[in-house]
Nanobody, 121 residues
Framework: QVQLVESGGGLVQAGGSLVLSCAAS????????MGWYRQAPGKQRELVAI???????DYADSVKGRFTLSRENARNTVWLRMRSLKPEDTAVYYC???????????????WGQGTQVTVSS
């Protein structure tokens, strides 16, 4: 019933910019946290940026000052604005949300299907 719909991704040159978006759809009571992870070939999945329901945002050290995560007023969509992209940013980016479905007593974690970001040098 609940799903995360991603948009964005693509191929850009080093120093360029890209914007990713993720919308949580379905019957949702509350969103505890929402953000983005990424996974490069042969490497572990890592947190890129995540926004809590309290409004605090955590960023990976490697993207601080370059990436900005924001949430729309309705609090069901997040935007990741990526600037000054580097080849090491190349990865599959996955939207992630920890949320409480309407009528449920427990929170659950949801994942988007992933979108490829490739940065050429």
């Amino acid at each position: 019933q609940v799903q995360l719909v991603e948009s964005g991704g693509g191929l850009v040159q080093a120093g360029g910019s890209l914007v990713l978006s993720c919308a949580a759809s379905g019957s949702i009571s509350a969103i505890n946290a929402m953000g983005w992870y990424r996974q490069a070939p042969g490497k572990q999945r890592e947190l890129v940026a995540i926004l809590s329901s309290a409004g605090t945002t955590d960023y990976a050290d490697s993207v601080k000052g370059r990436f900005t995560l924001s949430r729309e007023n309705a609090r069901n969509t997040v935007w990741l604005r990526m600037r000054s992209l580097k080849p090491e940013d190349t990865a599959v980016y996955y939207c992630n949300a920890d949320l409480l479905p309407l009528g449920s007593s427990y929170s659950s974690t949801y994942w988007g299907q992933g979108t490829q970001v490739t940065v050429s040098s």
